[in-house]
C-alpha cells in the first residue's frame, strides 16, 4: 500500500508564495497520474493539478499560471509550487495517486492565504 505525506503548507499573505511536497513511501516512476487537489471549507474537494507518467501537466483554470506541479522520480516526491497566492486558494490540499485500479491519498495540508 502506498502512503502520501504532504508537508508545506501553512500561512501566507495574498501574493506570497509557497510549495507543498507529497512524498510517497514507494516509487512513483510508473504510477499513471499523480495530482494535487483542494477543498475549501463548505465546498467539494477540487482538482488543482495532475502530472502524469509522460510529464504531461493540467491545471484548473483557477490557478493557470500561478502553480506549478512536478515529481523528483529518485525522491519519490511530487510537488505544487504555487506562487502569487489569493485568499480564495485557502484551502486543504491533498496529493493523490492514480494507478488506475488503485487510487491513494494524502492527509492534506492546510494553506491559509490572508488578505
Known sequence: QLQLVESGGGLVQAGGSLRLS???SGSIFRIALMGWYRQAP????????????????NYANAVQGRFTISRDNAKNTVYLQMNSLKPEDTAVYYCNANMVTLNYWGQGTQVTVSS
Open 22 to 24: 507529497c512524498a510517497a
Open 42 to 57: 463548505g465546498k467539494q474537494r477540487e482538482l488543482v493539478a495532475t502530472l502524469n507518467r509522460a510529464g504531461s501537466t
